[in-house]
């Protein structure tokens, strides 16, 4: 069933998946982060560890040390107390290596080889690293002799031991290790999680919903974002984007009404072509009276129908944003200006001087239809302005004149003594529905000029002047000068 042209659609989800959100990859990123440093200080702490428990051993041979002092006295251990002071120590020999000799203080009666020998004087850092990785990866049990300074340093102690009870303790402390990371990446990446989904993605998402929203009906002006008055990089965006909105809106209400209007133009444009039929037919019959005003005027009476029903039929083509293209023929500029003068109607009460300038030889490659439209929107504008002004002593000129500004161009130059055009009519020129010269205008008549200008490969502008009123000025491919007998 295809839903009614005003049905609300439902609105789509625009969160993402837990897994896919922004906040949940920069928990995992962070943990990841930590993570990783943890395992650089684990390195160095592994290897330390293990150099701590060896030397640690090696203290309880300076215990045994002072009961082999003791020996020397009298005190001899019995072969039970050898054997309880291993197990104490967890060793299976323990010696004492003085400068010159090596006294045996205790000795497990079944005593094979040792498979690693350890000496701590002679270790280095990086040796102890790859030896705490050894003992974590091995997996046999190994015999160490382990050889290091005790006391003052001026002897050594010696000891034999199992490596199980070593590689059990590093194994406890690899985990706690890495319980402690874990809780400390976990922390970090919960605080990064809260602070980012705080002050980044709910911003953020409030941004993606006003958008759905006003994307859902862009002409409603209270879908517009309202800024939430902050200071930083999503303050601007959010002002940013509200003021893109609310000219998006503007101009999506405006080409509404263009439509709008240009669909009631193609109406009244029907009707108007058969109205405009009519008065062809009425005004062909007027030829035929011998009145001599009529006989004067029903020419130019017929032309400007006949442009008239022309234009009815092009009406479209600039609905559709685009004018015809030029139906180029070499032309006689100042025939063309006469006949854009006829077609005003200018009366002497009105005082209105119309100047032709343009040399009588002159010929230039455009349209003179299309041409005639844009000059008689341009000179038709001056006569509305010079209309208004009041006062005998006022100078009411307009003139069309031509002139060679080089570069393989020709100027056509369109000025009034009028009151000239006002800001707002500048800051808008040529731009239809905002473009008018005048009150109640539509700006029509400059937006069709600046296309047709256009499409013969000119420009228009209009330019500031020393003198009062209007100076257009239009600049075309260079025009051909014909003899005066030709």
């Known amino acids: 069933m295809t839903p009614a042209p005003n049905e609300a659609k439902p609105r789509e989800d625009t969160r993402p998946r837990f897994t896919r959100r922004l906040s949940t990859r920069l928990f995992a990123l962070t943990v990841v982060a930590v993570m990783g440093a943890e395992v650089l200080v684990f390195v160095p702490s592994i290897a330390r560890f293990r150099l701590d428990w060896l030397q640690s051993k090696l203290e309880t041979v300076s215990v045994a040390t002072l009961m082999a002092d003791f020996a020397e006295g009298g005190l001899l251990l019995s072969p039970d107390q050898e054997s309880e002071l291993l197990h104490a120590l967890d060793a ?82 690899s985990r706690n290790i890495l319980l402690l990371s874990l809780g400390i990446a976990s922390f970090a990446g919960l605080l990064v999680f809260g602070a980012i989904s705080l002050f980044l993605l ?134 063309l200006v006469e006949d854009v003068f006829e077609t005003q109607l200018v009366t002497p009460e009105q005082g209105i001087e119309l100047v032709n300038g343009v040399d009588p030889a002159l010929e230039a490659d455009l349209d003179p239809e299309q041409f005639f439209r844009a000059l008689s929107n341009l000179v038709r504008n001056s006569v509305q302005a010079l209309e208004g002004e009041t006062g005998e002593a006022i100078v009411r000129r307009i003139a069309v004149r031509t002139e060679a500004p080089g570069g393989g161009l020709l100027r056509l130059v369109i000025e009034d003594t009028g009151p000239g055009l006002g800001p707002a009519a500048r800051d808008h020129l040529f731009q239809a529905f905002r473009g008018s010269t005048r009150a109640g205008g539509t700006g029509l008549g400059l937006a069709i000029v600046a296309e047709i200008v256009k499409a013969h490969g000119g420009q228009i502008r209009l330019t500031a002047s020393a003198a009062p009123g209007a100076r257009f000025e239009i600049d075309l491919p260079a025009a051909l000068p014909v003899s005066p007998g030709a």
């Open 202 to 335: 709910r911003p953020i998402r409030a941004l993606t919903h006003a958008l759905v929203r006003f994307g859902a009906d862009p002409e409603d002006p209270s879908l517009i974002l309202k800024p939430s008055g902050r200071s930083d990089e999503l303050g601007i965006a959010e002002r940013e984007l509200a003021g893109m909105q609310g000219v998006l809106a503007d101009t999506l209400r405006q080409q509404r009404r263009l439509a709008d209007l240009g669909l009631a133009v193609s109406k009244i444009n029907h009707d108007l072509r058969n109205i405009l039929a009519s008065a062809q037919l009425i005004s062909d019959r007027l030829a035929d009276v011998p009145d001599a005003q009529v006989q004067r005027f029903t020419p130019v009476l017929i032309r400007s129908l006949d442009r008239a029903l022309h234009y009815t039929q092009s009406v479209l083509a600039y609905g559709r944003a685009a004018e015809s293209r030029p139906v180029r023929r070499l032309t006689l500029l100042h025939r």
């Open 92 to 173: 299976r020999l323990i010696a004492i290596r003085r400068p010159g000799s090596t006294e045996l203080l205790a000795r497990v009666p079944d005593l094979a080889g040792v498979d690693e020998q350890v000496d701590l004087s002679k270790e280095s850092r990086v040796d102890s690293v790859l030896a705490a990785f050894d003992t974590l990866l091995s997996h046999r049990p190994r015999t160490i002799r382990l050889v290091g300074p005790i006391g003052d340093g001026t002897m050594s102690g010696e000891i034999v031991f199992d490596e199980v009870p070593l590689r059990r303790a590093m194994l406890v402390n």
